[in-house]
């Protein structure tokens, strides 16, 4: 008799020396449900999977025998001559299972059933700031992927369709953070215009302003100033049509900020950071929505710093990054490292002091660890490593470039 899913990942688990719950710190799923998995209770999806194949090295192997068992659940289903209306076909029936446990095929959604596909999205963002999104970025888009299924083939009322469609455009809003955070960045831009195409169809003005300013985001990431600085001017008109989304405001103005000091424009920079400054503490007393939760004043020092960094004023740069430094905790692991490798290249610039920009860089892969997965953050260690590497002969420089060495 073949190996079930659940038994080959108890045994890749177990040769890898892993339990439930290291497991479910680097993989969109919780002991509770990776055990239901294990034991053949639960049916989890592609994405999950290829996101736990990948957390234990498996090579494909557990990704192939999913795919095996799904479709001799196919074969199973369409001998049954069920309805089209209470059947979804082909892969969306088994990720309608696996989405959410207890929904099948055919079954009335319910608002506690959207909530549970929202939770999803703030347990991704969690992981990330912790982990960073190589692992995560698939997961979100299957999960996408998935309640798109729910929209087409599932039967609900018109209250919670509603909610539905809102929590797929945050799903898709998650997916694109989580795949540009990756270095997908035509990945994260198709997610972005998807969850804004349906945030218009919803009539979700939080989420459409909130996907321009996200790709404003990406498209300083990519190196496109310019092209940021129109998305984020299209969200900052969409947004100043009400004061409903005040706080919103901030993150386009540190979009239109990073624009500036991309582009060499100081003067463009530093007025948006100022308005970004501004909103924050005329927003102060108020309850941070979900989307801005992450703002506070050391997130605020660090965009400032970046932005300094970028337009070679190394000396403020440095005085910035260290005040974000000091600000984060280990709730954000991953933002802490891309501003410690960010002040590492600013003590080159201010002062050539190699040795604290040695130290500065050592200290973003302790924070870096075994765990954090990101792009960004891969990109910024390798910048720090190219200004460090002309001072190779130092020992605190050549320190760092071996540890990163084997990191690359």
Not at 76 to 87: D, E, F, I, P
Request: hydrophobic share 45%.
């Amino acid at each position: 008799m073949s190996e079930t899913l659940g038994e080959a990942l108890r045994r890749v688990r177990t040769d890898r020396a892993m339990s439930l719950r290291q497991l479910g710190t680097v993989v969109p799923a919780d002991y509770g449900q990776l055990s239901k998995i294990e034991n053949g209770k639960a049916r989890p999806s592609e994405a999950m999977i290829r996101a736990i194949d990948m957390a234990l090295n498996a090579n494909g192997e557990l990704v192939t025998i999913m795919k095996r068992e799904a479709a001799a659940r196919q074969t199973k289903v369409a001998s049954q001559n069920m309805k089209r209306r209470t059947l979804v076909a082909g892969a969306a029936g088994s990720a309608l299972v696996s989405l959410i446990p207890g929904i099948t095929p055919g079954t009335r959604l319910g608002i506690s059933d959207v909530e549970r596909l929202t939770q999803r999205a703030d347990r991704l963002y969690a992981m990330d700031y912790l982990h960073g999104s190589e692992s995560l970025w698939q997961a979100a888009i299957g999960y996408a992927q998935e309640a798109y299924g729910w929209l087409d083939h599932m039967s609900y009322s018109s209250t919670v369709g509603d909610r539905l469609m809102e929590a797929v455009s945050r799903m898709q809003m998650c997916a694109g953070w989580l795949a540009a955070d990756a270095g997908h960045l035509d990945v994260a831009r198709a997610c972005l215009h998807e969850a804004l195409g349906i945030a218009r169809q919803a009539d979700d003005p939080e989420v459409e302003y909130h996907a321009l300013s996200d790709l404003a985001l990406q498209a300083n990431m990519a190196g496109n100033p310019h092209q940021a600085r129109r998305w984020a001017e299209a969200a900052d008109r969409a947004a100043s049509a009400t004061d409903r989304y005040t706080r919103l405001r901030i993150l386009i103005q540190l979009r239109l900020a990073r624009a500036g000091a991309l582009a060499g424009e100081p003067a463009d920079s530093d007025r948006a950071m100022a308005a970004a400054r501004n909103i924050f503490d005329a927003e102060s007393e108020r309850e941070p929505d979900a989307w801005t939760l992450f703002v506070s004043p050391a997130e605020l020092d660090g965009m400032e710093g970046t932005c300094a960094l970028d337009l070679g004023d190394n000396r403020r740069a440095v005085d910035l990054l260290a005040r974000a430094i000091a600000g984060y905790g280990d709730g954000y692991t991953r933002t802490r490292a891309i501003y410690r490798a960010r002040i590492a290249r600013a003590h080159l610039g201010a002062t050539r002091d190699v040795e604290q920009a040695a130290d500065a860089a050592q200290k973003a892969l302790d924070d870096m660890g075994s765990t954090v997965t990101s792009w960004r953050l891969s990109r910024e260690l390798d910048l720090t490593a190219a200004q460090l590497r002309p001072h190779r002969r130092e020992h605190a420089a050549a320190e760092f470039l071996a540890r990163h060495a084997v990191r690359a």
